[in-house]
């Protein structure tokens, strides 16, 4: 059976950043499903089909291409990373989410991804739902505040023009959305390690996590 781990956690926790480096550390895929969410709400957008839309919505996955390439996601052969991120698609994504064909559709690649590769796997629904056996769960999380602040200084880095109290609010939202939808909500699985990183470093986050693996393999 290939390993998988699990890093599940609300928007702005840190998952991407500690998922990528400890996927490195050992050589683990990294799949980032929030890109794969992020990838169909975009293309949905410039489609012109609405998360109500459930059949449109079906349609698109399935004519898309979609694959990772390091930390990129590759779709119909473009790099869409840097887009995806944007603010517009923030603001999206969570309706899309929310829609159980859509995660149908993506979780059944998720795991046929863990079933080919070692996987380091971050999401909302991975520790419960797409990779209910991975062999190590992680719950990361930190403040709302503190997680707006994370998203405000990354965006404004990336030279995009945002505001400090409308990237909480969005996060606030999103949270409330992500968990309390029907389909596979954001929560801590049982057996899930949680780690609060409101007051941690990104690498104080990696070591913990390393040195949970390494004990345990
Ligand atoms: O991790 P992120 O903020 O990029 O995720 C974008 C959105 O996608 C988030 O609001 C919830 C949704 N998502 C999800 O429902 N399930 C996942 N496994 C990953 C993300």
Redesign the pocket.
């Known amino acids: 059976m290939n390993l998988s781990i699990a890093i599940d956690g609300p928007?702005g926790a840190g998952?991407s950043t500690i998922a990528k480096l400890v996927g490195k550390k050992f050589n683990l895929m990294y799949i980032n499903?929030?890109?794969m969410?992020?990838a169909v709400t975009l293309m949905a957008l410039n489609n012109n089909i609405k998360y109500t839309d459930k059949d449109g919505l079906c349609k698109l996955i399935d004519s898309i291409s979609m694959h990772f390439e390091h930390d990129r996601i590759i779709v119909n052969s473009k790099d869409i990373s840097d887009r995806i991120v944007m603010p517009d698609i923030s603001k999206n994504?969570?309706n899309y989410?929310a829609i159980l064909e859509v995660r149908e559709k993506l979780v059944s690649i998720q795991r046929a991804l863990s079933e080919k590769y070692n996987v380091i796997m971050d999401?909302?629904?991975?520790g419960t739902v797409v990779l209910k056996d991975a062999k190590f769960k992680f719950y990361l999380t930190a403040s709302p505040e503190e997680r707006a602040k994370r998203r405000y200084d990354e965006l404004i880095q990336k030279d995009v023009k945002v505001n400090y109290d409308d990237i909480l609010s969005d996060i606030k939202k999103?949270d409330y959305i992500?968990s309390n939808r029907e389909i596979s909500p954001l929560k801590k699985a049982e057996d899930a390690v949680e780690i609060d990183s409101s007051f941690m470093s990104i690498e104080d986050v990696v070591n913990y996590i390393s040195k949970y693996i390494t004990d345990r393999m």
Do not use: C
């Not at 999401?123 to 991975?126: E, P, Q």
């Open positions: 928007a998952k499903t929030g890109y969410y992020r994504v969570s989410a999401g909302r629904d991975i999103r992500d």
